[in-house]
Nanobody, 119 residues
Framework: QVQLQESGPGLVKPSQTLSLTCTVS??????????WSWIRQSPGKGLEWMGA???????YYSPSLKSRTSISRDTSKNQFTLQLSSVTPEDTAVYYC???????????WGQGTQVTVSS
């Protein structure tokens, strides 16, 4: 059974770049037909899909975040990474990584990691 685990700093200063890593076990991020996504949930708000990288390396981004978001991967470590630039306190959220059969379906989730943007 695939397992996902988010890691990264819990506190980021405004205007800096947030960087999170999702480490995958029990399955390869290059397995055909899977998409690996980043999703977040801000306080009092619903889930927001941010973007995804698919098994072949292609990427997809939410239009509202595309200018600030980059998703990459390290296949040797079976990890994929989120970078969100120019963060503001509005980017404070619990960030999740997930796997699905498309970039809008999420069958397996990490436990989530809290990121706070504050000076």
């Amino acid at each position: 059974q695939v397992q996902l685990q988010e890691s990264g700093p819990g506190l980021v200063k405004p205007s800096q770049t947030l960087s999170l890593t999702c480490t995958v076990s029990g399955g390869s991020i290059t397995t055909n037909a899977y998409y690996w996504s980043w999703i977040r949930q801000s306080p009092g708000k619903g889930l927001e899909w941010m973007g995804a990288i698919r098994w072949s390396g292609g990427t997809y981004y939410s239009p509202s975040l595309k200018s600030r978001t980059s998703i990459s991967r390290d296949t040797s470590k079976n990890q994929f990474t989120l970078q969100l630039s120019s963060v503001t306190p509005e980017d404070t959220a619990v960030y999740y990584c997930a796997r699905g059969a498309s970039y809008i379906t999420f069958a397996s989730w990490g436990q989530g990691t809290q990121v706070t943007v504050s000076s």
